[in-house]
């Protein structure tokens, strides 16, 4: 139930003096989290408006300018807070699908009125969020007479941590943001692509993004003159301006999640809370499921996407995947390929099969099995004939009973010139999944904009790459991925929603690049299950690799939609654990990975139910297992637990167990 109550009425401040010290300054305005925690203070100094953030009475940010730069004239100085209202909110709502069913929504709100002294008299409002785990605050250009048509410039906001903090990031312009995170400290860094992970020496665990992205630039961040003191940096048009909108508009909210450990992290709801509740009324057609594909055979060379002997989308190696998919309770097949236009990457038809690709018999057989053919769209970046096509392709898609869409835009610029994250590509992105919507479309986005939690808004947007995901360790000149790189994503990448990283290889041997394989155990790849969280779930090697290993039973029975989620460890770089309840049973999945070191973990069972048993089946690396040596070995054992067990649990070199905890 919606609880919303004014706190104090308005105060209305005739004139604000200027102070040279923000700290000190009397007038600034505060607002603290519902558990009085953190502390939001806002105010004007001689060089503009500031915030600055504490915690426990210790800084977590320093005073931080606030502001925007349009084409002609910067929004910050000469300005006056001319009123300041407060409220608050507890409520808790239910997503379609996610790591919980309930999801609470309580913070402290400020809203602060700013006008120009000048005879502009142009006028904005911060709107500022204060949760327990954090904070968000956005711009608010109301209609006026003297702001219509605008150009953004730039945002003049800042995040100033008072230290050097150690932080793991990727670089603005990381193309599709497929990179490797990297620990150093915030001054080393050239400039960063939100989210951007923080382990303060006092032990806080920090990360900076953005919630509601829609119709404005991605937000990125730089260190100034190499300090700890973060600037924003919106991805430009490529003419040089940042945004174009006209008022009324809001920006995004700037966020900041403020957490005692780094699985506190992955429990914030803070960004999805900052966007709007869904938009779809009948949902019923959006289902969470667990699909498998004709996919990583084209990655490792064994077939191809155009025509030819090796075509992966031949209609009878369609079947062969959906008879699989079929005995196996698959959701769906997705099939790469299926359309004209993989000979040169430019002239993609998203209604015309290859004439090996029988739609109407594939289709007609999925039915009958009771799975579904997942749909595919690479562009090639190319948007604006996508977008000339794109009703078109979705009615034939839905002709034939498809419901989820894999798009795609592998190229340097979109239409050769707007980058993914500007402005152009979150208009483009948001398009396609509004019209995927009102075909009831689901969409798993590869090479999308960063994810800032419109899945709530849109819960069609199912799941998305924006990773470094397990493809290249099929064809990455660098060898692959390193055995840490998964113990760092779920917290960073990981924070801004569902990621397609698409686990579940069984067979380590590259024969296309010997150098290049997956740097895991195949425990690991079980436990990956759990913890690279994604509605949508693949289990990405070649079905003749699945065949007749036992451990392939923790993949079919691992559900992908959840009522709760634990984080009993983690270290990140190291080692993380993670426990989900099923939503449709009593039952908890587990998983837990390491990094290139092996070492002995002491799991909790503390989130069981208590006085109740359960049988716990476990999938953990074998004898002599090694994800360099030996990544095959896995043991499969069962014992009974109960909410007193501690489990202990031992984990290869790059190694994993993965656990099914049944209720008895
Ligand atoms: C890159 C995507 O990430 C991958 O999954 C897909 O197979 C290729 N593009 C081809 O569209």
């Not at 990031?169 to 943001?177: A, G, H, K, L, R």
């Not at 025509?307 to 009878?316: I, S």
């Not at 996508?386 to 798009?407: C, I």
């Not at 939690?453 to 000149?477: H, I, Y």
């Amino acid at each position: 139930m919606k609880k919303f109550i004014i706190r104090f009425l308005s105060v209305f401040l005739l004139l604000l003096g200027t102070a040279n010290v923000f700290s000190q300054n009397p007038k600034n305005y505060s607002v603290k989290s519902p558990d009085a925690k953190l502390n939001f203070e806002i105010g004007i100094s001689e060089t503009g408006l500031y915030y600055q953030v504490s915690k426990n009475g210790k800084l977590v940010l320093a005073p931080s300018l606030l502001g925007l730069k349009l084409k002609n004239s910067e929004i910050h100085k000469n300005i006056e807070i001319k009123e300041v209202k407060y409220a608050e909110a507890d409520d808790t709502w239910q997503p379609i699908w996610g790591e919980e069913t309930q999801i609470r929504n309580q913070y402290h709100q400020m809203l602060v009125y700013v006008q120009e002294k000048t005879n502009l008299k142009r006028k904005f409002i911060v709107n500022i969020k204060v949760f327990n785990d954090g904070f968000g605050f956005r711009y608010e250009f109301p209609e006026q007479k003297n702001m219509k048509d605008i150009v953004i410039m730039d945002e003049l906001t800042e995040f100033n941590f008072p230290e050097d903090h150690q932080a793991w990031s990727i670089p603005y312009q990381t193309e599709f943001y497929e990179g490797l995170f990297k620990k150093e400290p915030l001054s080393k860094k050239d400039t960063i692509s939100t989210p951007v992970t923080i382990e303060t020496k006092s032990g806080q665990f920090l990360a900076l993004h953005e919630a509601n992205l829609t119709d404005y630039a991605a937000m990125n961040v730089y260190p100034d003159k190499k300090s700890s003191h973060l600037k924003v940096y919106l991805t430009p048009w490529s003419t040089g301006e940042k945004v174009f909108t006209k008022t009324p508009f809001q920006t995004p909210w700037r966020t900041l999640i403020i957490a005692d450990s780094a699985g506190d992290l992955l429990l914030s709801r803070l960004m999805l809370n900052l966007n709007d509740p869904n938009t779809i009324k009948d949902a019923s057609w959006i289902k969470p499921g667990r699909y498998i594909g004709i996919w990583w055979g084209m990655h490792m060379k064994k077939y191809t996407w155009e025509p030819g002997p090796n075509h992966g989308a031949k209609t009878e190696n369609v079947l062969r995947y959906i008879d699989f998919a079929a005995s196996h309770k698959f959701a769906g097949v997705l099939v790469e390929g299926w359309n004209i236009g993989w000979e040169d990457w430019k002239s993609f038809e998203f209604d015309k099969p290859y004439p090996d690709f029988d739609i109407k018999k594939i289709t007609d057989y999925a039915k009958q099995k009771n799975v579904e053919l997942i749909g595919h769209h690479e562009t090639g970046g190319n948007t604006l004939k996508y977008e000339s096509q794109l009703k078109d392709a979705f009615k034939l898609y839905r002709k034939y009973g498809v419901t989820t869409v894999k798009t795609g835009y592998v190229g340097g610029l979109l239409d050769g010139k707007e980058q993914h994250s500007g402005q152009y590509g979150v208009r483009h992105y948001r398009k396609v999944i509004e019209t995927a919507a009102q075909y009831k479309i689901m969409i798993d986005n590869h090479e999308p904009v960063m994810p800032s939690g419109l899945q709530r808004t849109f819960p069609n947007l199912m799941t998305q790459e924006g990773v470094r995901g397990q493809e290249w360790d099929a064809w990455s000149k660098d060898g692959g991925n390193p055995a840490e790189h998964t113990t760092i994503i779920p917290f960073t990448r990981g924070l801004a929603g569902p990621i397609d990283f698409t686990p579940g290889t069984f067979n380590f041997t590259n024969t296309a690049l010997p150098d290049t394989k997956v740097h895991t155990t195949l425990a690991k790849q079980l436990a990956l299950s759990v913890i690279m969280y994604s509605p949508l779930q693949m289990a990405s090697d070649m079905i003749e690799n699945y065949e007749n290993n036992p451990a392939f039973e923790f993949i079919t029975s691992c559900p992908v939609n959840w009522s709760k989620t634990v984080v009993p460890n983690a270290k990140i770089g190291e080692y993380v654990t993670i426990a989900r309840k099923d939503k449709d049973s009593e039952n908890w999945y587990l998983g837990s990975i390491t990094n290139a070191d092996s070492r002995q973990l002491n799991v909790p069972l503390n989130f069981l139910n208590k006085n109740v048993k359960y049988k716990a089946k476990i999938f953990k690396d074998g004898k002599d297992a090694d994800f360099e040596k030996n990544p095959y070995p896995v043991e499969i054992l069962e014992m009974e637990v109960n909410s007193d067990t501690v489990l202990p649990i031992s984990l290869a070199r790059s190694g994993g167990t993965a656990v099914i905890l049944v209720k008895l």
